[in-house]
Nanobody, 114 residues
Framework: QVQLVESGGGLVQPGGSLRLSCAATRRDITFSDMGWYREPPRKERELVAS?????ATNYGDSVKDRVTILRDKTTVVLQMDSLKSEDTAVYYC??????????WGQGTQVTVSS
């Protein structure tokens, strides 16, 4: 069984930076897409960023130019800069394996507030 373990969330002031990390508990697995969604308070879950196995990236419109996604075989990292209050949300990482249900992390809280 594979689990995704997230770290790096917390409280940050507006304009600050955070780095979220998500690592699989097994290294002998090949993921296709990996990425992050977020769920702001009282809103629907939305895509933050995704990255394919060959490094092609996709970013949500609300975070473009402020977020960078990176990965290796089984870890995906989300670097967030110039954070705003509207970035406050629970952030979930995910990883895909063809023909299997998606794997999800447990969620990590990011709060942007002064």
């Amino acid at each position: 069984q594979v689990q995704l373990v997230e770290s790096g969330g917390g409280l940050v002031q507006p304009g600050g930076s955070l780095r979220l990390s998500c690592a699989a508990t097994r290294r002998d697995i090949t993921f296709s897409d990996m990425g992050w969604y977020r769920e702001p308070p009282r809103k629907e879950r939305e895509l933050v960023a995704s990255i394919t196995s060959v490094g092609a990236t996709n970013y949500g419109d609300s975070v473009k130019d402020r977020v960078t996604i990176l990965r290796d075989k089984t870890t995906v990292v989300l670097q967030m800069d110039s954070l705003k209050s509207e970035d406050t949300a629970v952030y979930y990482c995910y990883a895909k394996v063809p023909r299997l249900p998606d794997f999800w992390g447990q969620g990590t809280q990011v709060t942007v507030s002064s």
